[in-house]
């Protein structure tokens, strides 16, 4: 099955720095890589996604990179602010598991003022 | 859409317990998932349902734990007899159709599960 790895786990930045975090896949049949913001006592919510068909994709202060070949994909926060704190999660999945995702074990972001 | 509408949200009950999770997707989703939340492993796939039909079991820890859709609105995960090691969070989550390009998974606001 899939296996999906996330690092760091916890990461601080000063408000203003830029944030990114790394996930590797092992499944080639992957094809689509969510991004959830898991604020405490609070559900994960996504953020944005990106399909193997596309290399980069950005929404604002986001940006996810995806490289295939290598099997890994990136989240990138710029601008960073404290109300992004939280627990960020990647997940891969695929049409043919009716997108059942697999998840990282999550980044705790830290952004001080 | 009120969203996927879980209870309780909170449960304690003692070892040995029978413990019942529920669950209501969004309508008109085709795909229903129960995850398992813990700060060891994360968020862990327990299995899902497409269409009511269980698809993928492998998750399901042990015996103990069982899951039946018997309805597009309704789902429930059973753990009986519950364990300390079976505390966690555990959320359910729905999808339209899947193959689509706009079919994230939303989550809903989860069960904290204690057993003592």
């Known amino acids: 099955g899939e296996n999906v790895e996330q690092h760091p786990s916890t990461l601080s930045v000063q408000e203003g720095d830029s944030a990114v975090i790394k996930c590797t896949y092992s499944d080639s049949a992957s094809n689509y890589f969510p991004w959830y913001k898991q604020e405490l006592g609070k559900r994960p919510q996504l953020i944005i996604d990106?399909?193997?068909?596309?290399g980069e994709k950005k929404d604002q202060r986001i940006a996810v990179t995806l490289n295939k070949t290598a099997k890994h994909f990136s989240l990138h926060i710029t601008e960073t602010q404290p109300e992004d704190s939280a627990v960020y999660f990647c997940a891969a999945g695929g049409w043919d598991s009716g997108y059942a995702l697999n998840f990282g074990k999550g980044t705790s972001l830290l952004v001080t003022p | 859409d009120a969203g996927v509408i879980q209870s309780p949200r909170h449960e304690v009950t003692e070892m040995g317990q029978e413990v019942t999770l529920r669950c209501k997707p969004i309508s008109g989703h085709d795909y229903l998932f129960w995850y398992r939340q813990t700060m060891m492993r994360g968020l862990e796939l327990l299995i899902y349902f497409n269409n009511n039909v269980p698809i993928d079991d492998s998750g399901m820890p042990e015996d103990r734990f069982s899951a039946k859709m018997p309805n597009a609105s309704f789902s429930t995960l059973k753990i009986q007899p519950s364990e300390p090691r079976d505390s966690a969070v555990y959320f359910c989550a729905s999808s339209p159709t899947g193959g689509s390009y706009n079919s994230p998974l939303h989550f809903g606001n989860g069960t904290r599960l204690t057993v003592t």
């Open positions: 990106i399909r193997s068909n596309v």
